[in-house]
Antibody
Framework: QVQLVESGGGLVKPGGSLRLSCAAS????????MSWIRQVPGKGLEWISF????????DYADSMKGRFTISRDNSKNSLYLEMNSLRVEDTAVYYC??????????WGQGTLVTVSS | QSALTQPASVSGSPGQSITISCTGT?????????VSWYQQHPGAAPKLIIS???NRPSGVSDRFSGSKSGNTASLTISGLQAEDEADYYC???????????FGTGTKVTVL
């Protein structure tokens, strides 16, 4: 079955960087667009970015452009999110999600990123 | 980016029907049929329950139904059950700027 497992979250100081990973299994990873979505604890969902199946098409939420970079390695069935210049307000659970027809049918369990001094 | 607008909370008794609204603009809900709904229980990841306005993925109860009129989408839960108590989020594709936007979320309480 489809499985998405995020990792790489943790505590980081403001201004720091972090790289999240998402390991995919149970499907042909290279066939699907993927997204990162985050959720501040107790708050709503916020879409961050998507990447096409071959990595040639990428887009970001306006508020994330310039600080976050999405990438993928289809040979490793893995999705990544590089986050720089982190702010306290970036504290959230970060989910990776498989996309289909502009929906998000499959989600990982999420990884918590805490930005604090 | 501006989130889609949902009521903060909706409640109902077991067996009743409730409807959650999701209001956007002509740049998102009003112009595309890419509206989806997600159910999220505490501590869990969101689960897709409605796609493309009214399609139910395999395995989702037919008590969940979706519709759209103009710039507003709606999720109806009929025959409300205790297990339906959760947070619900709508989402839409939009034509420019931030491509995907979520709703503010609605907490459903089963009385």
């Amino acid at each position: 079955q489809v499985q998405l497992v995020e990792s790489g979250g943790g505590l980081v100081k403001p201004g720091g960087s972090l790289r999240l990973s998402c390991a995919a299994s149970g499907f042909t990873f290279s066939d699907f667009y993927m997204s990162w979505i985050r959720q501040v604890p107790g708050k709503g969902l916020e879409w961050i970015s998507f990447i096409s199946n071959n990595g040639n098409t990428i887009d970001y939420a306006d508020s994330m452009k310039g600080r976050f970079t999405i990438s993928r390695d289809n040979s490793k069935n893995s999705l990544y999110l590089e986050m720089n210049s982190l702010r306290v307000e970036d504290t959230a659970v970060y989910y990776c999600a498989r996309m289909r027809y502009r929906n998000f049918p499959y989600w990982g369990q999420g990884t918590l990123v805490t930005v604090s001094s | 980016q501006s989130a889609l607008t949902q009521p903060a909370s909706v409640s109902g008794s077991p067996g009743q029907s409730i409807t959650i609204s999701c209001t956007g603009t002509k740049s998102d809900i009003g112009n595309y049929n890419y509206v989806s709904w997600y159910q999220q229980h505490p501590g869990a990841a969101p689960k897709l329950i409605i796609s493309e306005v009214s399609n139910r993925p395999s395995g989702v109860s037919d008590r969940f139904s979706g519709s759209k009129s103009g710039n507003t989408a709606s999720l109806t839960i009929s025959g409300l059950q205790a297990e339906d108590e959760a947070d619900y989020y709508c989402s839409s594709y939009r034509s420019s700027g931030t491509l995907y936007v979520f709703g503010t979320g609605t907490k459903v309480t089963v009385l």
